[in-house]
């Protein structure tokens, strides 16, 4: 890392730190490319919990009696998303719980018959599954991808829960009735891996290469992201869980109506059907180098938060907001932990 890099990144690390969360998005603007975590730090140790259907393998850092952040990753990344966040964070003196979403890491289904499902309804109802054995009543929740999915369907559904919500690339409920609505072509493109998976060569693929499919996925999803082989590896491991391929798999078809639900989350399903907005207090971030989806200013979503909302675009971050610009995502977390 360059000195002038090291130099950025403690006076935006100070900035945080502070608690001013205004000069920490002052810094994340900067147009310059920001750095990643550090390839030897690891978020251990782990912790295990039976939370629904789920023994949950989670992360915790930060005082057990402080305001709780609960940090949800994507596919296909995995708790390490947020392995500057959590020390952030935890230094603020919050309660920070990293989970390892169903499939992913030390996350085991209890229950060998139950449906390898990776649709939106199931991974909102694990967040709250989460809470309930943890004993934690409220919570900001905040999320990117998977994890940005989860925590809109937790906030939307269990609004009571959700003492805010922080999410990049705004509200993520599916639109399941419109799945088959085509999009722009140009963005169509990116979301070649979805249609890959609906079929079964998609399958075998993504089991005999799931390293290779995620590599490429994060190099197109961020292409202005230095990250170096240990930074991938460390994350690469949660892709060996055994339930990985089944719940991938699942997530892609469902999404699109070619594969049935989980009966157990069917009442889920149906309430997020007509779109529910969010009510609680949110932060919504877009990276301004998304391979995925172009950073807007918010008003494509604006109807579908009906609380207090703030969006932003951090600049030089791509798609994995968290992990490329951790400052960035941390200030937007205590900005609501003091609303």
Known sequence: MSDSIDRRRRLILGAALSGVASRAFAQADAPSRPAHAPSSQRMAPLHYVDAGPLNVGYYETGPADGPAAILLHGFPYDIHSYVDVAALLATQRCRVIVPYMRGFGATRFRDPA????????????????????????????????????????????????????VTVNSYLVQDLARAMVPIDPRYEVALWYEYYFQIERGRAGLAANRREIARMLWEDWSPDWDFNDATFDRSAAAYDNPDFVDVVIHSYRHRFGLAAGDPQYAELQRRLAPLPPITVPSVTLDGD???????????????????????????GAGHNVPQEAPEAFAAAVMELVKV
Do not use: Y
């Open 114 to 165: 139950t449906l390898r499902s990776g649709e939106q309804a199931a991974l909102g109802a694990d967040v709250i599954a989460l809470m309930d054995a943890l004993g934690i009543q409220r919570a900001v929740i905040a999320g990117h991808n998977w994890g940005g999915r989860a925590a809109c369907v937790a906030a939307a559904l269990w609004p009571e829960r959700c003492s805010g919500m």
């Open 289 to 315: 180098a998304d391979g995925v989806l172009p950073a807007g200013d918010g008003r494509a979503s604006a109807s579908k938060f009906t609380g207090r909302r703030i969006h932003r675009v951090v600049q």
